[in-house]
């Protein structure tokens, strides 16, 4: 009974799909701008949880896009890191633009 159920499941874990080749169509007919866009959702899904296939999916995309020429790798770092402390507080920091507001003077 116990080596069936060994092999049921081994069998259901066993994949013979082609991640890489199914992400290289995915990503070949794109250019550099949605590849970036494709990336930054890509590395967004990754940090939620999902099934090992779909982790899988994610992962070659992700790989691929990282092989591809003629991409930026400081921009992809970027995608991957987010912004650094220092950008975050000064785009919606407490003294972001005006402070007080302009009244006319009558």
Known sequence: MSKETYT???ARDYDER???GDAMN???G???FQMYELYEIVIE??????TMKREKE????KKVIESTKGLDPQRLYRAR?????MAKEGARGEKAGRTTVHRKKV
């Open 81 to 85: 890191q987010g912004r650094s402390d």
């Open 18 to 20: 082609n991640y890489h």
């Open 30 to 32: 794109l250019d550099k």
């Open 45 to 50: 899904k990754l940090n939620y949880g999902s």
């Open 26 to 28: 995915l990503v070949k």
């Open 8 to 10: 049921r499941r081994q």
């Open 58 to 61: 994610l992962l070659a995309v």
